[in-house]
């Protein structure tokens, strides 16, 4: 069982350009979850989606969007870059209410 | 809304010394608890979990205890070891709404033979 994927590992973008991180999970959980990790500020909650074809914003939603056209799959575009997305970012699933979130890897993203 | 308050790093530990993490939440209501653990180049993995209050978690040596009436969640282990070298998160999930996770800073712990 492979768990959360996400892609890429690691990526430099320049500045105004769109860029989509991909997240795969293969538990047939639920929600899932995008958070962004920053130095001094640990982990802040982008978007989230509590099922398929629904979705919601966290705590720093600005200059990003989220689609969940099915339970496996949920991508975070950053349709136009700056360098304050310069960031860790994190994709995380859990299954039923109250179950442990389960996180990817990360994509680390550097924008100049 | 909820916040968690963590001991600011970075700690330096000897191996096989006494290690103590502190962790204070701000919540409404009885949220559940967690620690998470990130390995250096890796993602954040689960290391314990309390769900309600005098619930002790443990996992690997390490233990915590949620205690209500000091809004604590703070993470021990007896003996480190070298391996235990990782970032250490502190997070709770509020039981109202949606199920997301509030994390602490994070604690940098580097253990030296």
Redesign the interface.
Known sequence: IAGITQAPTSQILAAGRRMTLRCTQDMRHNAMYWYRQDLGLGLRLIHYSNTAGTTGKGEVPDGYSVSRANTDDFPLTLASAVPSQTSVYFCASSGEKGDTQYFGPGTRLTVL | GDS?TQMEGPVTLSEEAFLTINCTYTATGYP?L?W?VQYPG?????LL?A?KADDKGSNKGFEATYRKETTSFHLEKGSVQVSDSAVY?CALRSNFG????T????TRLTIIP
Not at chain 2, 42 to 46: A, P, T, Y
Not at chain 2, 103 to 106: D, E, R, V
């Open positions: 968690v559940s967690f998470y890796e993602g954040l993995q689960l979990k769900t998160f949606n199920e997301k996770l994390f602490g800073t994070g």
